[in-house]
């Protein structure tokens, strides 16, 4: 798909992300602007603090974007994540443009106009307003440019904490290693940063004092629908973001791959089809970044995996019984976090031991057991993650027995694939819901004694939301038990190598159920 | 204290980071006259001229304006009773003529028409068609010209005092010649007291009605022209021989 094709059949989306990365760069620069500006002025009445102010104002800008936005986390604790440490670290990187422009700008003006100012007897107030301002105004604007610029390339790494904006295509794009995704995100904020140039730029020009043929009123015109345009496009900003906070509404997360994705589009339309409830998503929210955002009320629900929140949250040693597993999970959210834990979609993602089509036909295997009394015969292949998990390999060769031809071969999980079709190994540990298990024709045997942990995909939602919306859980489990592994495999699929959109390809298959 | 003086140094000491700037300075500036204060650079003349409108402060010693010490002046009040113009002008690039010369007025808070009318009396007092000039910006306008509006936006308020800091310093010499004979003239028709900083002993004759000759921070002679002319102080008379 071309990048034109993308931003025309996503342009709902392009222009929310578009939106929301612009409200970012205006509420940190605007705010930058009223305490930098101010600050700048000060500066040039307090020379002995000009040094140390601009020095901290020139260190913070040098700390790199990621590494500011992890301080902001534990700093700001529930606020750590979203919209608020975005704003905050882009704010502080405006501060030093600002401050250091105002600062020169002032510095900067003709001592002698300055002299004479004061020899005609102007107050301090009168000679800032009446002629160190209007003088250093261009300077100033100048520093408000470059702010604004920075703020709006740094702002696309804020999608990194969940803030939104168009950083959130170059991430996604990034991850499924996708040009298209990419571009979209960096080609409008490209724009977007350009545009801002130019247009604060000419301000600049219009402002200068030196520029023949721009009268004062002219000056005044500018200045006067220059604060109009702004202040009315704030108050735009402002309303639309009132208006989308209000009426009744639902956040869906997602964690930062395709199938999380996917998960939380399945569970967005199913609302939106059954409910008046209005859905909005909260996308690439990696690590343990849904779990965090939910418990702090920022989403109300996303789909989890058992075994993810029973080892990896909760802390249990992993255990194998996908009912003890699931119970527990949902009896120690409720205490622990007043979150609840609704009727599992009806797929596992987990390891998943894989055999050629063709082997499997020829010697009737459906369960590991079956396979392992021809191993001896066979070569595998496993990834690294598998051979050094508490999980994996050494505990499953014990529970089922098994003995290889040689020893397995430590290989990368996706070369894997590609060896068991080409048959250079006879046996893999693929994982259960990837698109190239049918792909490759590949079978699945069974976990008969049941080694492997349970993965099973179930939405979590926060307490407050199903209270709120009585319909909501109804809605929701109207899901459940509806996923095989075989569809979870389609729907990556199409995604990841297919390149479809998700929003199509969800549409599509709950029209089919 | 005499009616007649309008400004009165009294034993005025000026230190700055251990450097004197001007030590002992005792004189009387007479209401009316043209007083020139003569010197090297560096001789402390531009000094003596901040003290008179509290640009700067005396370390010791008074200095008193129209029989009030200057340091009982509020500031702002002193400034924009006394009339000040520098050599490089200090116009506002981003004001008009017209708002220039109108910025005391304007301060002081005169009725609009009242200011508009004044500055067209001044434009014209220094020679400027108020028509043509009126708004134009600074950057549209001779060095002359410049010097001209300098003058005219100090006088704007009608202070009874000038302070002039090498006002003609810049021009070019058939400028300055000419600026030079206009200024004298109007300062006798004016009748306002005009403190005048320059190291040009030919502009001095051309204007005073008393000299004062500064070195090393003190002043070393005051006299009128022709007393200048006669006297025998060496550095008076390098000035004078300097003219031949």
Known sequence: MSLFDFLIRNRNEVLQLTFEHLLLVVLATGAAALVGIPLGIVLTRRAALAKPVLAIANILQTVPSLALFGFLIPILGSYGIGRVPA???????????????TFTGINGVDPAVREAARGMGMTDWQMLTQVEL???????????????????GTATIAAAIGAGGLGTYIFRGLRTVDRTLILAGAVPAAIMALGADFALGSLERVLSPGRAGVSQKRRKWVLGIGGIAVGAGLAVFLLVGALSKGGARVVVGSKDFTESRILAELIAQTIEAKTDIRVEQATELSGDLCHRELVEGQIDTYVEYTGTAFTAILKHPPISDPRAVYETVKADYRTLFNLEWLEPLGFNNTFAILVRGETARRFQLKTISDAARHAPQWRAGFGQDFMSRQDGYPGFARTYGLRFAEPPREMDLSLSYQALANGQVDLIAGNSTDGLIDKLGLVQLEDDRHYFPPYEAAPVVRRETLDRYPQLAGVINSLAGKITNEQVRKLNYAVDAEKRDVRDVVREFLSQL | MTGDSAIQFRDVNLTIDDKSLVQQLRFDIMRGE?????????SGKTTTLKLINRLLEPTSGDVRVEDKPAREWDPIELRRHIGYVIQDTGLFPHFTVERNVAVVPRLKGWPEEKTRERVRELLN???????VFAHRYPRELSGGQRQRVGVARALAADPPIVLMDEPFGALDPLTRAELQREFAALTKRLKKTIVFVTHDIREAFTLASRIGLFKDGRLIELATPEQFAASTHPEARAFNESME
Request: proline share 4%.
């Open chain 2, 34 to 42: 043209t007083l020139v204060l003569l010197g090297r650079s560096g």
């Open chain 1, 87 to 101: 704003i905050i670290a882009l704010f502080l990187y405006s501060l030093l443009p600002i401050i250091r422009n």
């Open chain 2, 125 to 131: 007092l220094v020679g400027l068609d108020a028509d």
């Open chain 1, 134 to 152: 209007p003088l250093a105004l261009n300077v100033i604007v100048a520093g408000l440019r470059v702010a604004t610029v920075i703020s709006i």
